[in-house]
Each structure stands twice: as structure tokens, then as C-alpha cells.
């Protein structure tokens, strides 16, 4: 087991090595702070009858963020809601839910601690949330009416005091009276703080705002005697208390903050002579260290004044969160919205400091005043150093006193402060449309759609502010009172909840529920919001009328719609509007008298005679529609018949000429052939003849010239 003496050392030792660091970065958020009161910058006690104005860039950036980012967690009742993981955690679920949310905005002002905390990031970088349970005592005091002696001895006896006694009457010898009796209980509280930044010191190098797991945070605050002695430290003297200094002395953070409360910090001459008031620094860190010796380095929460250690125990979690507006990467501070404008009010106030000594020049220019050999000036200096409007200046030479020509040039400077403007715009969000300033939305060529939308885009990088402080502050804040409600320390709690007396035992829940941090980011404006709920109202109404109402819809569900557009609208109290209908039965309709029933017989005579009528009404145009129809059909019958008749004869007609087509065509060609045999025959006929012809000349040829030859032998 770890001796309390190397406890001590390695306590000092984180201590020392993370107030280092903080007195680093505690120099740019004291320039933060000056730049958002408007402090004057280094020098300006030199510029005799020049300007000093510091322009407000950096308080009005912080001032018109700060009421979008608390109306997106204050709006509901339920900013975080703790979620079921089975079906059997449903109920602790939303007890839960009702509770922590109770904690935070009911027993302790929530409002204030979410204004604290982002009002710090915004300005210091880092805002910073602190929980703890608080041992508080509470007057109980009982009105005892016609009491006997023997019940203010009893109760007496269970440690009441009688406060007043009031005698009433008398029976058989023993007085009635009328008491008041009081005694003090201890009762257990979740208390949450928002504290300076200042006071929080975490290890040197830790890379994320998620301080659950950072082997070193801790708290060192301011306390008094009387604080000690209500937290249970009853052995501490004054004395002691007195000892404990401030980490390191005192940071510049500290020494700021002394000078912006000068005047208005305790008197400590006159509270000299109560020493419960005495003051001194506690230490309340969360450590990461093997204080049992099994090797495993466990959490524990040590109170310590100085090198005193008070108490030492173990614990679950750091019941410490913190947050920026702008992380940086790999570090647990942030960067505020006052350091992103910080060089763009300098630049801001220079420029009108500029135009603001420009105008007063040109109003009141510098004199030129001749002087004599010896350097006598010839006016009277009186005279001229009284600014009285109409004075006179007395001079001893004419044109001996001159006014030196100042041109007024602020106006060059306008476009330039526009463009300063836009820049801060541009790096922070807000802009002139969320302050209501925009002259440009009111022009007629732009509608509401457009206007919407530019305020939406301008609205994201304090959305993504909103939802960095959500997962980073109200997610650990509201799972640390979980803890706290749920371990065993505890009594049952009842509050006033929708409008009814509710009482939640926190050990009946689980040890862990998932989580959701409501902050309706990315649904658009209420007014968007409102409408969209309107709609899904209304398609629930025409659901319910359907065949499917009974599997799709019930009253909680249409319940939970008008209760979020009730919310929407600014009124957290739901249930002034509209009661719940949870546990509750449909009202059963009273029997109405004898005259009504008569009366909705013979209206129900009537509606039957009239349907009846009308049943009749359209059995008639039935039935004539279905001898019209019938009719038509025969109609279209004969007529299809014809048509078909005269397609068929048609076809006949058709086939019957082409056969006599053909026929003609084929006994033509009959001829053609029988002609053109003919035509072969007598050319044949007329071949044959000529040939024999020839055949009997070369006959005869022959024959003459053998003769010839013979007779010439």
C-alpha cells in the first residue's frame, strides 16, 4: 500500500507540472477577458487628446452567440434523455431521464450553470463544470395540533425541538396544546458548479476535452472554515485553512480577476473576527494512481489542503468536465470565440479611432501662431486655449494667427470597416441576420425560402458549437449525476412532474442506460419545427381514420406530438395545455334522455326511408343501365354481324375476280404459245425449202462442172 507521505509528493508533483502549464495559457485567456470588458490596450495612457475607444467585436460576438446556444439546451424539460437497451429498461429509462434533468434544472439553477460555463468558453477558451454530492442539513419542522404532554415527549425523544407551545384545552385533568417542534436533518444533494477556469488544472500534455480518463485532474478552490465543516472536515483549524496558498502563488489569471473584482472582495479585517469565515485553498483532485499496491492503477478523488491530506477514497469517475467552443486536435483546451476576433477588434478599433481623431481635427485643427524675434507669440495664448463657441483671440499683428487645413478623410475608411465586419462574420456565424440588422432581407426580389436559408447557413458554425458542448460538458455532467443518483447514498426523490407528484428511487435502475443529448440541432428553427409537427399531427389524424389507425396510432403517440409543439412554442409546463392520456380510459358518453332517444329513432326512420329511396333510386338507374347496355350490345352485334357478311362477300368477290384474272391471264399465254408454234412451224417449212433449193443447185454445180472436166478429156 502506497504511504501517504509518496501520495503527498506525487500529488505536488502533478500539481506543480500542470499549474505550469496553466499559468501559459492562462496569459492569452487574460487577453480575452480585457478584450471582452473592453480594457484599454498597453499604451493608450499616452495618447493625450487622441482617441481610446475599443470597439465591442469580441463582447458582441460572445453576447449574440451565447442566447442561441442556451435556448438550444433550456428550451425542453429533457435536454439529455437516457435510453433503454432492452425491453425491461424502458420504465428506469424515462425515471431517469426525469430526474437528472430535475437534478440539474430544478435543484440546482441549470440555466445559470449552462450560462457560466459557455459564457468562460467563449471568453476563456475553456468553460468547466464541477458535480459532487453535498451533505446538507434541513430544518424539519412539525405544527402538533391538540397535542398531549406525552406526544412533545416523544417527539422529544426523536430529537425534536419545541419551538412553541400554545395551550388549548383540558381533558380529564391533561392539557391540549397547539406546537411547533424542529429538528435538523442530514440530507444528501447533487450539487453542480460552473467554475472559473482558472481553478481547473489538468496533466500537462492530456490530448482530449474528455477528462474521464486523464491520469490527473483537479480543482483548487477557494473555501471558508464553515465550507470544511459542512463537507465533514471537522478537525481543521483556522490556522491550518489560513496556511493553504493558491497553486504557485496565484496565477495572472488570479490577478486579473483581483483587479476586476477590486472593491467588491471580502473584507478580511472584518471577517477577522469570525473564524468560520477564514479562508484557504482546498484541493479536490482526481488521480490515477496504485494507492493499494495491486499493480492497477485505480481512480480516486483525495481532498488536500496543502501538503495536508483530508480525505482519500476511491471513486468511478472525474466529476469534472470541460469544454471550448473550437477544439484543437490533440490537446484539452480549446480556442474561444474571443480569440478568433480578438485581431479583427484591434484592427476594428484602430480604424475608428482613425475616423474618430479625423473628425475631431477637422472640427477643432491645430492654430499657427506667429512670433516675434524673441519667440513671443503675437496672439494672446488665453484666448486661444479658451473654447468657448463665438470666443474672440486677441493678436498684436494682423494674420498672426492661422488655421492649419485638415481634410476630412473618415469616409475613405467605410469600405474598410465593411470588410472587417464581413471577416468576423465569416469566422464566427453571427452575423447581422441573426441580430435582426439585415436591411437586405426586407427587399421585395428576396423571399421568406431565401432569408431562411442564408440564416440557417450562418447558424452552422454555432450549431457545431452547440453540438461540441453537448457530446464534451452536458454528456459527462448528466451521466456523472446519474452516478452519483445510483450510488446508494441516495433517498428516494419526489417532485412535481407534468403536472403530477411523482417519487423515483434511484436504485431501483440499472447501473448504465445508453444517452442522448437532445439539442435539436440540424431540424431548422421552431417555426420549422412547429410546422413539421402540425404536419405529422395531421397525418396521424388521417392514420387513425384508416384500417391500420389501431396498429400505427394511439393517444400517446398524438399525446407526444401536441406536447412537442406545445414545447416549441416556449411553454415547458405541457400539461396546463393538454392533459395525458397514459394509465387513462376513453370517458364513457352519458345516456341521453327519452326526447333525444325519440328523436334519433325518427331521425334513424328517416335515414333509412332515405336510403331505402335512394337504394331503389340506384336499383332503377342499374337496371336501365343494363338494358342500355344490353341493347348496345345487340346493336354491336348485328352490326359486327353485317360487317362481317359484307368483309366475306367482299373477300368472295375479290377471289372471284383474281380467278378470272388468272384465267384469262392463262388461256392468253395459251395463245401466245400456240401462235408462236405456228410461227416455228413455217419458218421450219420455209428452212426446209430453201435448203433443198440449195442442195439441188450445188447438185447441178457438180454436175456441170464434171461434164466440163470430161469433155476436156
Not at 265 to 288: F, M
Request: proline fraction near 3%; include cysteine; hydrophobic fraction near 40%.
Amino acid at each position: 500500500m502506497m504511504d501517504d507521505d509518496v501520495l503527498l509528493r506525487h500529488l505536488q508533483s502533478n500539481e506543480d507540472d500542470a499549474s505550469e502549464y496553466a499559468d501559459v495559457i492562462g496569459q492569452a485567456r487574460v487577453e480575452s477577458a480585457r478584450e471582452y470588458y473592453r480594457d484599454a490596450y498597453e499604451g493608450d495612457d499616452e495618447l493625450e487628446g487622441w482617441s481610446t475607444l475599443v470597439t465591442s467585436e469580441v463582447q458582441d460576438t460572445v453576447e449574440w452567440t451565447l442566447p442561441e446556444l442556451l435556448d438550444v439546451f433550456t428550451t425542453s424539460d429533457q435536454a439529455v434523455v437516457f435510453e433503454p437497451t432492452s425491453i425491461e429498461d424502458v420504465a428506469g429509462a424515462q425515471q431517469a431521464t426525469d430526474a437528472c434533468n430535475y437534478v440539474f434544472y430544478k435543484q440546482n439553477n441549470g440555466f445559470l450553470v449552462l450560462y457560466t460555463a459557455f459564457k468562460d468558453a467563449l471568453i476563456a477558451d475553456n468553460g468547466a463544470i464541477h458535480w459532487y454530492m453535498d451533505n446538507q442539513q434541513v430544518r424539519d419542522v412539525q405544527d402538533l395540533q391538540g397535542a398531549t404532554l406525552e406526544m412533545l415527549a416523544l417527539a422529544e425523544q426523536d430529537g425534536y425541538t419545541i419551538e412553541r407551545v400554545v395551550p388549548v384545552s383540558e381533558i380529564e385533568g391533561q392539557p391540549i396544546v397547539n406546537a411547533r417542534v424542529s429538528k435538523l436533518k442530514n440530507k444528501k444533494a447533487i450539487k453542480v458548479e460552473a467554475f472559473p477556469i482558472s481553478e481547473l488544472l489538468v496533466k500537462r500534455g492530456w490530448g482530449t476535452p474528455d477528462l474521464q480518463d486523464c491520469p490527473y485532474v483537479a480543482r483548487v478552490t477557494e473555501v471558508t472554515l464553515s465550507d470544511l465543516k459542512r463537507m465533514g472536515f471537522n478537525d481543521v483549524t483556522a490556522e491550518e485553512l489560513g496556511a493553504s496558498d493558491e497553486v504557485n502563488g496565484g496565477t495572472i489569471e488570479d490577478e486579473y480577476r483581483d483587479q476586476m473584482r477590486e472593491g467588491m472582495r471580502r473584507n478580511d479585517q472584518a471577517d477577522a473576527e469570525d473564524e468560520s469565515l477564514t479562508t484557504g485553498w482546498l484541493r479536490i483532485e482526481y488521480v490515477l494512481v496504485d494507492y493499494d499496491g495491486d499493480g492497477i492503477a485505480e481512480r480516486r478523488v483525495i481532498h488536500r489542503l496543502g501538503k495536508r491530506i483530508l480525505a482519500n477514497e476511491e471513486t468511478d469517475h472525474v466529476q469534472i468536465a470541460t469544454a471550448s467552443p473550437i477544439i484543437n486536435t490533440h490537446q484539452w483546451d480549446g480556442m474561444g470565440i474571443a480569440r478568433v476576433v480578438s485581431d479583427i477588434q484591434r484592427v476594428s478599433t484602430d480604424l475608428n479611432r482613425a475616423a474618430i481623431n479625423s473628425a475631431n481635427l477637422s472640427v477643432n485643427p491645430r492654430k499657427t501662431v506667429l512670433t516675434n524675434a524673441n519667440g513671443d507669440p503675437l496672439v494672446d495664448m488665453d484666448d486661444l486655449l479658451d473654447f468657448r463657441v463665438g470666443g474672440i483671440v486677441r493678436q498684436s499683428q494682423p494674420n498672426a494667427l492661422s488655421v492649419e487645413a485638415v481634410p476630412f478623410n473618415a469616409t475613405q475608411m467605410l469600405p474598410m470597416l465593411a470588410h472587417i465586419e464581413q471577416m468576423a462574420e465569416r469566422r464566427t456565424g453571427v452575423s447581422k441576420r441573426q441580430q435582426g440588422l439585415d436591411s437586405n432581407a426586407l427587399r421585395q426580389d428576396r423571399t421568406a425560402a431565401e432569408v431562411m436559408m442564408t440564416a440557417n447557413a450562418a447558424k452552422q458554425r454555432v450549431k457545431l458549437v452547440a453540438r461540441i458542448f453537448a457530446e464534451t460538458l452536458l454528456k459527462p455532467v448528466f451521466l456523472g449525476i446519474f452516478k452519483l443518483l445510483t450510488s446508494g447514498e441516495m433517498e428516494a426523490i419526489a417532485f412535481r412532474l407534468r403536472g403530477q407528484f411523482v417519487r423515483y428511487d434511484p436504485n431501483e435502475w440499472r447501473d448504465q442506460y445508453d444517452m442522448t443529448v437532445n439539442v435539436g440541432l440540424g431540424t431548422g428553427d421552431k417555426q420549422q419545427q412547429i410546422s413539421f409537427f402540425n404536419s405529422l399531427m395531421q397525418m396521424q389524424m388521417g392514420l387513425a381514420q384508416s384500417p391500420f389507425g389501431g396498429l400505427m396510432i394511439d393517444p400517446m403517440k398524438v399525446y407526444n406530438t401536441v406536447a412537442k409543439i406545445v414545447e416549441l412554442g416556449g411553454q415547458k409546463n405541457v400539461n396546463d395545455f393538454i392533459g395525458n392520456p397514459e394509465g387513462k380510459q376513453m370517458p364513457q358518453q352519458p345516456p341521453p334522455p327519452q326526447a333525444m332517444l325519440e328523436q334519433a329513432k325518427l331521425q334513424q326512420a328517416m335515414q333509412l326511408k332515405q336510403m331505402d329511396m335512394q337504394a331503389d333510386a340506384q336499383k332503377f338507374q342499374a337496371q336501365h343501365m343494363l338494358n342500355m347496355q344490353a341493347k348496345k350490345m345487340e346493336a354491336d352485334a348485328k352490326r359486327l354481324e353485317l360487317e362481317m357478311q359484307l368483309q366475306l362477300q367482299s373477300e368472295n368477290d375479290r377471289r372471284d375476280a383474281e380467278r378470272e384474272m388468272m384465267k384469262a391471264s392463262y388461256e392468253a399465254q395459251l395463245e401466245a404459245q400456240r401462235i408462236e408454234i405456228e410461227r416455228q412451224k413455217l419458218e421450219l417449212k420455209k428452212y426446209e425449202v430453201d435448203t433443198g433449193a440449195q442442195t439441188q443447185l450445188a447438185v447441178a454445180s457438180m454436175r456441170n462442172q464434171s461434164a466440163h472436166q470430161n469433155a476436156q478429156i
